[in-house]
């Protein structure tokens, strides 16, 4: 039986932009309109694909800030 590598021994530094907008939760196009307003990181360039830092998402989801509600506002 071939071994296959596990999910949790590693994590991707780079992200596309439809995983970088699952990682922090979000749809894409919302992820866009933040990347837009400057509240999530630009892409980086790799020949003709665009990459996202996890080291960049990171910081920015942290400055997103919080509120203060309780479960029952959740909907």
């Known amino acids: 039986?071939?071994?296959?590598?596990?999910?949790?021994?590693y994590l991707k530094r780079g992200f596309s932009r439809v995983e970088a907008a699952s990682y922090?939760?979000?749809?894409?196009s919302k992820f866009?309109?933040?990347?837009?307003e400057g509240r999530m990181p630009r892409a980086k360039q790799i020949d003709g694909r665009k990459i996202w830092d996890i080291r960049e998402l990171d910081p920015a989801f942290d400055e997103l800030g919080s509120i203060d509600a309780s479960w029952d506002d959740v909907r």
């Not at 866009?32 to 837009?36: G, I, N, P, T, Y």
């Open 32 to 36: 866009d309109q933040l990347v837009a």
């Open 24 to 28: 922090v939760g979000i749809s894409p």
């Open 1 to 9: 039986m071939p071994k296959v590598a596990s999910p949790l021994l």
